[in-house]
């Protein structure tokens, strides 16, 4: 399954669970780090946006590959 355009390929959708959906319905999952739960704003501006592509994050571990 693919990530929609624009998105970052770390960010993992949770579905139909209700304890997800506040902060978020989604979580960050790197290779080689902990989970981590962005905050609403984050994901709708950095995650869900090209723009993930500036988060030290993202660049990290893209390095590491």
């Known amino acids: 399954m693919s990530e929609p ?3 970052c390929p770390f960010l ?3 579905m ?3 304890l997800w959906m506040s902060p978020t319905s989604a979580y960050c ?3 080689g780090a902990p989970v981590r739960v962005p905050g609403r704003e984050t994901l ?3 995650c869900t946006t090209p ?3 500036g988060c030290a994050g ?3 571990a893209r390095s590491a590959t």
């Open 5 to 7: 355009a624009g998105q």
């Open 12 to 14: 993992i959708p949770v």
């Open 58 to 60: 993202f660049q990290e």
């Open 44 to 46: 709708e501006r950095v």
């Open 51 to 53: 723009a993930h592509a």
């Open 16 to 18: 139909a669970d209700a």
């Open 29 to 31: 999952r790197r290779p």
